[in-house]
């Protein structure tokens, strides 16, 4: 699925008194956080703006300083309406990058953590592309907000952030044969592509999204097929949430995103060479760090190597 670009807009805000040609940078940049404060508050329970502000006054004599009113909306109504364009743009664009966190919270859940995140996180980007980056830290330190699925929660906001990056994080020229020529595997040094996330989970929280993605063409209006589905979709969750120890290699390929399960050696193998191992190093590294340490065929890697270069997984350093 291809994410559309987003950007955060504030225009068309009328002030008060705006700033003249020889009003300082200080005071513009002053008018400038003070309206970003008023935008950002959270809204109340009800999607109003607050009435008070921080210190206390009034909300509409405070917003009267600095936003003229019209014809036909106050202060207070004409900045009510960013501030709510903020909130709903913002939780709208969590709803869409994390429909399997939502899928495992339910609806109320999930909004209570997305707005909880968004007080601790504002967007702080000019694209709301990154909302999500501190989301899998604020679970971890919150897990009030997830239990009793917190790890569950936690290993989907690890693989949804990567699904974005994987998605439009750059993607550099592959190796070819040509650039192994003549070196010997002491010599040999790849660079993974920036896009390829390796992720380590405790939970199969790749096979819940995929069976979503599935399942969105089954979708119907009819409410007694929607009330099925609902149910074999907890029941779907709960049993594709049993701990399970998952290596995944999440990659864009021809402008999709994949994700790949990894045998562990493979992991350990992959870790090593962004780590900057050699092609021998890595190898060795990856053999010693085996629990149980086991004769691989070198047939066997050689083929894992092949398919990694077929889906573009290295690029020359």
């Known amino acids: 699925m291809r994410k559309r670009s987003r950007r955060t807009s504030l225009s068309n805000v009328v002030v008060k008194k705006p700033p003249s040609k020889t009003q300082s940078k200080r005071e513009l940049r002053d008018l400038q956080r003070l309206m970003a404060s008023a935008v950002m508050r959270p809204l109340t329970a009800d999607d109003g703006m607050q009435k008070r502000w921080v210190d206390g006054r009034s909300m509409r004599g405070f917003v009267a300083e600095f936003i003229k009113p019209n014809a036909n909306l106050t202060s207070f109504e ?19 990058d994390y429909p399997g966190l939502r899928a495992i919270l339910g609806d109320r859940k999930f909004s209570r953590l997305a707005v ?12 709301l592309r990154n909302l999500g980056r501190n989301l899998e830290r604020f679970i971890a330190n919150t897990p009030e907000l997830t239990e009793p699925r917190h790890l569950q929660c936690r290993d989907m906001a690890r693989l949804e952030w990567a699904h974005t990056e994987a998605f439009d994080t750059e993607a550099k020229a592959p190796v ?3 650039d192994l020529l003549g070196k010997k595997p002491t010599e040999i040094r790849f660079r993974l592509q920036p896009h390829l996330q390796l992720l380590d989970l405790d939970y199969p929280v790749d096979a819940l999204l995929l069976s979503m993605k599935r399942d969105r063409g089954l979708r119907s209006d009819a409410s007694n097929t929607m009330g099925r589905m609902r149910a074999r979709r907890r029941t779907q969750i709960a049993r594709l949430l049993r701990s399970e120890h998952v290596y995944l290699g999440v990659h864009r390929f021809e402008n999709g995103v994949y994700y790949k399960r990894l045998d562990p050696l493979q992991w350990k193998l992959l870790n090593a060479i962004r780590k900057g191992s050699s092609l021998e190093s890595a190898c060795a590294s990856a053999l010693r760090a085996e629990k149980e340490p086991r004769d691989v065929d070198p047939e066997l890697i050689q083929r894992w190597f092949q398919n990694w270069s077929a889906l573009g997984w290295f690029c020359a350093r």
């Open 78 to 96: 004409r900045l009510e309406i960013y501030n709510r364009q903020y909130w709903f743009r913002l939780l709208d664009c969590l709803l869409e």
């Open 116 to 127: 909880r995140y968004l007080e601790r996180s504002p967007s702080a980007s000019f694209t």
């Open 176 to 178: 070819t044969a040509n």
